[in-house]
């Protein structure tokens, strides 16, 4: 089991995380890091989606490969990123904040393409998770600067203490099929927070904490960033209910023609 935290930055970080369902890092990678990162990305975009599946790439307009939305497991398909969600200081802050090792499970990008990128309904990603006990993280890094008019995180502060998942529903949303159907309440406004923020901004929540994102109303601007998933060591997965649930979705993307 991970050591308790014991220097200040990291301490602050768990009671953080453990008060808020949510930690910060502003920014976490300096300006620097985030233009060797973007290269990268880009390579990746260039070389090595082209040979990736179907159910792991996905698009705002199939028909349109500049409208690049969302991909799946980077990690298993790039040294670069393998290094990058294995042996980074990302991992290093799941740790802390799960007081546990940790398991590297996805590693995601996210893009909102000027204009017609699609808000991020609100959900909790331990919902589709099928972890007990649920014990997870996901962290999110901006790749540029990002703010309310293209698409920044929305969090509800404290989310991540309800005992149960609150209730989900398809959404029709590619890259997000479940979303709360009761999203809104007074409490859920009372405690909603927003973060905008420069290139190399880092957010890392629980598994129960309910986020969303706005939609691009850019025109111009693009709003790009990488996710990172981590279950907790003790958190045990039910497999058969995962990979159903994963069946079920890749038979309606593919039967509505969005993959």
């Not at 990305?41 to 490969?65: L, N």
């Not at 500049?66 to 990690?75: I, N, P, V, W």
């Not at 986020?211 to 058969?240: C, E, M, V």
Request: overall charge negative.
């Amino acid at each position: 089991m991970q050591e308790p935290a014991t220097n200040p930055q990291s301490q602050n970080r768990l009671e953080e995380f453990q008060r808020d369902g949510y930690v910060v890092a502003d920014p976490l990678f300096n300006s620097s890091e985030m233009t060797d990162l973007n290269g990268q990305i880009s390579r990746f975009i260039r070389d090595v989606v082209p040979k990736m599946a179907d159910t792991e790439v996905y698009y705002e307009d199939k028909s349109d490969k500049t409208s690049l939305k969302q991909l799946q497991r980077m990690f298993e398909y790039d040294g670069y990123f393998k290094d990058l969600i294995f042996n980074s200081v990302v991992r290093e802050i799941a740790e802390e904040v799960l007081q546990d090792e940790v398991v590297p499970v996805n590693m995601q990008y996210f893009n909102k393409p000027a204009g017609i990128g699609q808000a991020t309904p609100p959900h909790q990603d331990g919902y589709y998770f099928h972890l007990t006990p649920c014990e997870a993280v996901t962290g999110w890094l901006a790749l540029e600067d990002v703010d309310h008019e293209n698409g920044c995180i929305h969090y509800v502060r404290g989310s991540h203490r309800y005992e149960d998942f609150r209730p989900h529903g398809q959404t029709g949303v590619l890259g997000f099929s479940q979303g709360m159907t009761d999203f809104g309440t007074a409490d859920d406004q009372k405690n909603t927070v927003s973060f905008p923020g420069k290139a190399g901004t880092f957010l890392m929540h629980h598994a129960r904490t309910i986020h969303w994102a706005g939609a691009n109303r850019s025109p111009s601007r693009s709003r790009r960033a990488l996710g990172f998933i981590y279950y907790a060591k003790r958190a045990r997965l039910d497999q058969t209910k995962r990979d159903a649930y994963q069946r079920r979705l890749d038979e309606q993307l593919l039967n509505s023609a969005k993959i």
